[in-house]
């Protein structure tokens, strides 16, 4: 299995505060991904990172920053959550964008 | 823009018989990647199989093979033998060569394997 650890696994909080996810990667890729999962849409891509301090959009980032101060960590940021932010989150590693990407097991983040 | 399209949100399989999952894409792009990831109900997503699109020939991985069919812009999987560790969620994604190849996804099939 891909070396790949998302923290925390399980968080509930409340609307207004800021969260922030960690995706931790052993596997030294160059490639970073935040999707989020909803009923209905499968996964989408929230931001991405091509190295580190490279990072760009997705198509849902608004609402979303991301921070790589190291190839190993992607960092997502919910700078004042919102209940439409209650989402699963998924990391996604890949060595090159020919490559499969592979998946941490998820946070399930809940806003109350 | 690349989409992805999966016709069945449900679908049930009697254990051992052979079950075929659609996916239609759209896209401009003449080289790119299709991939079938399952989801099982621990919510872990799992390659199943990949295809590149300059490839004709179809990719097999044991009793999962797809139907590749480009100009018609179709990517089913076939899972033969059907399992009860085969039921999850099954997921369609194209591999945009934009945005640092990111993954676009269909909305999912939920696949049920009776005994």
């Known amino acids: 299995d891909a070396g790949i650890t998302q923290s925390p696994r399980h968080k509930v909080t409340e609307t207004g505060t800021p969260v922030t996810l960690r995706c931790h990667q052993t596997?030294?890729?160059?490639?970073m991904y935040w999707y989020r999962q909803d009923p209905g849409h499968g996964l989408r891509l929230i931001h991405y990172?091509?190295?580190?301090?490279?990072?760009d959009k997705g198509e849902v980032s608004d609402g979303y920053s991301v921070s790589r101060s190291k190839t190993e960590d992607f960092l997502l940021t919910l700078e004042s959550a919102t209940s439409s932010q209650t989402s699963v989150y998924f990391c996604?590693?890949?060595?090159?964008?020919?490559?499969?990407?592979?998946f941490g097991d998820g946070t399930r983040l809940s806003i109350l | 823009a690349q989409t992805v399209t999966q016709s069945q949100p449900e679908m049930s399989v009697q254990e051992a018989e052979t079950v075929t999952l659609s996916c239609t894409y759209d896209?401009?792009?003449?080289?790119?990647?299709l991939f079938w990831y399952k989801q099982p109900p621990s919510r872990q997503m799992i390659l199943v199989i990949r295809?590149?699109?300059?490839?004709?020939q179809n990719a097999t991985e044991n009793r999962f093979s797809v139907n590749f069919q480009k100009a018609a812009k179709s990517f089913s999987l076939k899972i033969s033998d059907s399992q009860l560790g085969d039921a999850a969620m099954y997921f369609c994604?194209?591999?945009?060569?934009?945005?640092?190849?990111?993954?676009?996804f269909g909305q999912g099939t939920e696949l049920s394997v009776k005994p």
């Open positions: 990172s091509y190295g580190v301090k490279d990072t």
């Open positions: 896209t401009s792009e003449s080289d790119y990647y």
């Open positions: 994604a194209y591999r945009t060569s934009a945005q640092g190849g990111k993954l676009i």
């Open positions: 295809q590149e699109a300059y490839k004709q």
């Open positions: 596997e030294n890729h160059r490639y």
């Open positions: 996604a590693i890949s060595g090159e964008t020919y490559q499969p990407q592979h």
